[in-house]
C-alpha cells in the first residue's frame, strides 16, 4: 500500500469509526499522520474524547473498533507515566493505531488547575 492508498485508508476508517461511536465527542490526531508525514512504519496516533471510556477499554469488545479494518491484536493497557488508558492495534492490512482513550469529565476538570 503506497502512502496516498494508507492515508486514504486512515481516512475512510476514522470517518467510520466516528459514525458508529456516537460518544466519540472528539477526536485530536497527532504525531506523523498529523503533520503529513507518514511513512510506511507509522503508526496513527489518536485520542479519543468520550463520555463512555469504559466501552473502549473492554478487552472482550472489538466491535467498536472494527471500522478501521480486520484487528490482528490488540493491547488495551494503562500508560502509568501518561497517566491514561491506551489501545495499540494492529490491522491485517499493516496499520498500526494507538489510541489514547480520554473521559470527556477528565478534560471538564481542567478548569480547576
Avoid: A, C
Amino acid at each position: 500500500m503506497n502512502t496516498s492508498e494508507r492515508v486514504h485508508t486512515i481516512n475512510k476508517g476514522i470517518e467510520l469509526l466516528l459514525s458508529v461511536n456516537q460518544d466519540i465527542i472528539s477526536l485530536v490526531s497527532i504525531g506523523s499522520f498529523s503533520q503529513d508525514s507518514i511513512d510506511q512504519f507509522s503508526d496513527i496516533d489518536l485520542y479519543l474524547f468520550t463520555n463512555n471510556p469504559i466501552k473502549y477499554l473492554d478487552n472482550e469488545n472489538d466491535s467498536w473498533i472494527n471500522p478501521l479494518g480486520k484487528i490482528i491484536p490488540r493491547r488495551v493497557y494503562k500508560d502509568f507515566k501518561e497517566g491514561v488508558d491506551k489501545n495499540k492495534v494492529i490491522l491485517k492490512d499493516g496499520l498500526m493505531y494507538d489510541l489514547t482513550i480520554i473521559d470527556i469529565k477528565k478534560i471538564k476538570l481542567i478548569r480547576y488547575y
